[in-house]
C-alpha cells in the first residue's frame, strides 16, 4: 500500500538525515492520518493519492505566491517539497488516451445531452478517479455532448 511505502521512505530518510525529504514525508503522513480519522476508516490507494495531490497543490499555490512576494527562495523550496510527493503519484492520462476514455464512457452511457454529463463523469471518474483530472475529463465531456 501507499501509506506502507511512504512510512518506508520517512525511515530511509530519517537514517540519511534528508531534512528536506523527512520533512515533507512526516508532513504528508500526519494529513494522511488526519484524513483516516475524518474518514473514519482506513484509507484506500486513491484516498491517499488524493491527499498527496491536495498536498502537491498547496505547494505549488505556496510556491506562486512566494515568487510573487519575491521570496524566490521559499518558493524554491516549496517546488522541491512538490517534486519529492509528485514521485508518489501515478502517472496521468492525458491526451488522446483520456479522450477515448471519455468517447468510451458516453457510448458506455448512452448520453446524449450535456444534462446527462454527470453519469459519464461518475463512470469515468469511477474507473479512472486517481489518473485524470476532473476539470479536463469535465471539458472533453462538456465537448462530446455538446454543452461547451
Do not use: C
Not at 500500500?1 to 512510512?7: C, G, K, Q
Not at 500526519?30 to 490507494?45: F, Y
Not at 521570496?71 to 479522450?99: F, W
Amino acid at each position: 500500500m501507499l501509506i506502507d511505502t511512504l512510512t518506508e521512505d520517512m525511515k530511509a530518510a530519517m537514517k540519511a538525515r534528508d531534512t528536506a525529504r523527512l520533512g515533507v514525508l512526516r508532513m504528508t503522513l500526519s494529513e494522511v492520518k488526519n484524513a483516516r480519522i475524518e474518514k473514519g476508516s482506513d484509507l484506500t490507494d486513491d484516498d491517499v493519492i488524493q491527499v498527496i495531490r491536495r498536498a502537491v497543490k498547496k505547494r505549488e499555490e505556496a510556491a506562486e505566491a512566494f515568487r510573487g512576494g519575491n521570496r524566490p527562495e521559499l518558493a524554491e523550496s516549496e517546488t522541491r517539497e512538490a517534486e519529492i510527493l509528485t514521485a508518489y503519484l501515478p502517472q496521468m492520462i492525458t491526451g488522446p488516451e483520456l479522450e477515448a476514455i471519455v468517447a468510451a464512457a458516453v457510448a458506455e452511457t448512452g448520453a446524449t445531452s450535456p444534462k446527462e454529463m454527470g453519469k459519464v463523469m461518475k463512470a469515468v471518474m469511477a474507473v479512472h478517479g486517481s489518473r485524470v483530472d476532473g476539470k479536463e475529463v469535465q471539458a472533453l465531456v462538456r465537448a462530446k455532448l455538446g454543452a461547451g
